[in-house]
């Protein structure tokens, strides 16, 4: 016997069986053939995993996950959409932290990029002794208002401050995020909140941001010097996803002073200090930090780590998909969805987006992106690992008003793309 009932009509065939009736005037058991399931029944079902970063200067990480998922659920009522909001490393990584392993958030005052106060925060897990500093939190470009912005004038200090108050809460080991820094001053006001000094030909204290890294001539100190010696020092792991060196074509200066604020004369400036400070940091320590991969991320602070805290570097997001378990959560997945402001050549460099399709290319799982700017060519979009990548911009428009549409454009972008895959569903 053969029963059609309403909540079938997604089923290609339903197959009632009558069975020997108990107390009951009748009494069926349904048997369905997996593979009767409507596709489209089935895709309404997706399970799907939006993982973004944050867009610079618009929306944090959770929030374009957020935006991605209500254009998804107008598409889709019944998709299961998992949020997964990621960092590289850099700016946004102590919310990301936060919202994973639900870690304590600590806040304090300290110095921003200018030197005025602001308050910042830091994740510290008491029970693990582990504590993740943001460097964007106190140094980052996005406290700066574009008239501000200056690699000349600012410095790291504040970040310092973060990370004395983690030592001195009892924080054994430090991961710390250098992304999306306003600074170029090879982490020196980073060393100066931590007992190191610096002097000039006079034996004149040194002011540490990036126009006196050319006036160094000696270091003092050491870390916590002054306040207390350690025998035991955390240890500190830089969250770095980029491998530029200290200085030279592609070192801090050359490569992102700019979008800091520099013009040509200060990117000359603070290449030819970049330099000169690498050469006090040789005879201080006796080592050479120059071209150690990451050395020049977020304006040297990543020789600045090497050198005044003895950290490691290592790949911000290879760090962030580990702790977050990323690849267990894959699992059943039929889609990712990931997505960051800017999607371009550099996106191949160990960003996000290429740690994210590695990762879920071992498990088969595609993946589409949507960003901002999308300069990525097809073949980069292909080596990248992506199955497709989209820009969220619409219509002509300043850049001031992009920022200002980005929720917006995220949510319909992701409408629009999760209808027309399910035109292939159906």
């Not at 073949?379 to 969220?392: K, M, N, V, Y």
Request: net charge neutral.
């Amino acid at each position: 016997m053969v029963f059609i009932l309403p909540w079938t009509a997604g089923l290609k065939t339903a197959a009632l069986r009558p069975v020997e009736p108990k107390d009951e005037l009748f009494d069926f058991q349904i048997r369905v053939d997996p593979s009767w399931i409507d596709p489209f029944l089935f895709f309404c079902r997706m399970k799907i995993i939006v993982a973004a970063d944050s867009f610079k200067d618009a929306l944090s990480a959770l929030k374009v996950c957020q935006a991605i998922r209500r254009g998804i659920l107008q598409a889709q009522p019944g998709a299961e959409v998992i949020l997964f909001p990621l960092a590289d490393g850099g700016e946004g990584v102590a919310e990301v932290v936060a919202y994973h392993l639900k870690c304590k958030q600590i806040s304090l005052q300290v110095a921003d990029p200018l030197g005025r106060p602001v308050r910042a925060t830091y994740c510290y897990s008491a029970g693990s002794r582990v504590a993740f500093v943001e460097m964007a939190q106190a140094s980052g470009l996005q406290l700066l208002s574009l008239e501000e912005r200056d690699p000349m004038k600012t410095t790291t200090y504040g970040t310092g401050q973060l990370i004395k108050d983690a030592i001195f809460r009892g924080a054994e080991k430090i991961l710390l995020g250098i992304g999306g820094s306003a600074t170029n001053d090879a982490g020196m006001g980073m060393a100066a909140a931590l007992g190191w000094r610096f002097l000039g030909v006079n034996g004149q204290s040194i002011i540490p941001k990036g126009e006196n890294l050319g006036k160094v001539v000696a270091i003092e100190g050491g870390l916590l010097d002054g306040l207390t010696r350690l025998n035991d020092p955390p240890v500190i792991e830089v969250l770095c996803d980029v491998a530029n060196p200290l200085f030279g074509p592609t070192g801090a200066a050359r490569t992102y002073a700019r979008q800091k604020g520099a013009d040509e004369e200060s990117i000359d400036k603070l290449e030819a200090g970049m330099r000169h400070f690498s050469e006090v940091l040789d005879r201080h320590f006796g080592k050479n930090f120059t071209e150690v991969p990451g050395a020049g991320a977020a304006g040297g602070m990543g020789a600045g780590a090497l050198a005044f805290l003895q950290a490691r570097l290592r790949p911000g997001i290879e760090a962030m998909l580990e702790l977050t378990s990323f690849d267990q959560q894959l699992a059943g997945v039929d889609l990712v969805i990931t997505g960051e402001g800017k999607l371009d050549a550099q996106t191949m460099s160990g960003k996000l987006i290429q740690g994210i399709c590695k990762r879920a290319g071992r498990q088969g799982v595609p993946v589409i992106a949507m960003c901002g700017t999308l300069e990525a060519t097809m073949p980069q979009i292909e080596a990248i690992g992506l199955t497709a990548a989209f820009s969220i911009i619409q219509k002509p428009q300043t850049l001031k008003e992009a920022i200002l549409e980005t929720r917006q454009g995220l949510q319909s972008l992701a409408y629009n793309v999760l209808k027309t895959i399910g035109l292939g569903k159906t």
